[in-house]
């Protein structure tokens, strides 16, 4: 029988998200990859168990996690039946509805028919009464916003969801969201874009509209998906996502990136962290990012990106650096 550790609250931060009520743990875990139908049971609960004895309180999950699509719900619904019954009081459970999940016009995008038929099937999936966010995965261009987020706005008066959040909308689309879940009396609780030292986008307009809006920002891959540690400094080891070849790809392992990765790799060896930990601290550097939401696939990459949080701190040169690194302009890439 798991029983939580004590400690679990000791060390790990908590960020409040935006100017709502919830904070979240700087540190979060999803599970894209590594908690499907085809990966290893066991493994997927020890680093759901160990993330939780870490402090880490939030859970992110979609309808279409696996392979296959629904597998992660199922996985973790049974991992959450068996360990984590008694702390689900503790526990921040998101899914998500935006991105393609059964066949036909209704399983995919952004209608009111979708949105909530999927997350009654993520309910089911998980044996949850309610999520705690549910989110519209990615803007449809063809449904009017206001259906989207009337969705939301049901979700959440149903008693379905208790908070409602957006992932990958842009600037614009994001502060016409805003207003509309206002308007309807459902604020956005947080918004879930792609950043890491690799893609910068939301520094683009997306994190001011969030902090002027008051609304939180959970970033994920904040690794690049693995390509921020040193899992590939040594080539494509077999059990790595880029192995896979499939979102991550051996192509995505190039020489031109691989040479910026062992730059940053030093300056986080200077830092006294791992690449992983330097990655995890470098997006949680902005106030307005509420929580970095990494995925893991060993226990210990639980342990690693957690250990981020002992050195959260930069020096301006420091931040200069690594963007001379990024940029390419470093002296020691010119030498190359
Ligand atoms: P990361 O950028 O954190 O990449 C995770 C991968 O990096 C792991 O699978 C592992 O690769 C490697 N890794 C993690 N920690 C370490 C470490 N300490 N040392 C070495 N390697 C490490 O994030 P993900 O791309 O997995 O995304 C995280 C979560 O974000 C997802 O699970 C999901 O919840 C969410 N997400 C949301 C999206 C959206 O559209 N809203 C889209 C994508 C993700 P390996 O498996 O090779 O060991």
New binding site residues.
Partial sequence: MYVADSKRYDSMQYRRSGRSGIHLPAISL?????FGGVDNFENARAMLRRAFDLGITHF?LANNYGPPYGSAEENFGQIFRKDFLPYRDELIIST?AGWDMWPGPYGDLGSRKYMLASLDQSLKRMGLEYVDIFYH??PDPDTPMEESMGALDTAVRSGRALYAGI??YDAKQTAEAVKILRALGTPGLIH?P?Y?MFVRDPEQGLLDVLGNEGVGCIV???????LL???YLKGISED??AARNFFLKKKDIADGTMAKVQALNVIARERGQ?L?EMAVAWVLRDPRVTSA??????VS?VD??VAALKNLKFSVKELKKIDDVLAGTHPSQRAR
């Fill in positions: 999803g599970l894209w990859h590594n992110d998500k995965h990615r992932s990958a879930q792609k890491s994920f891959s904040p690794l690049a998906q693995g540690s040193d899992r790595s996502r791992t992983a939401l990494v995925g893991t696939s060993k990459q690693d990106n």
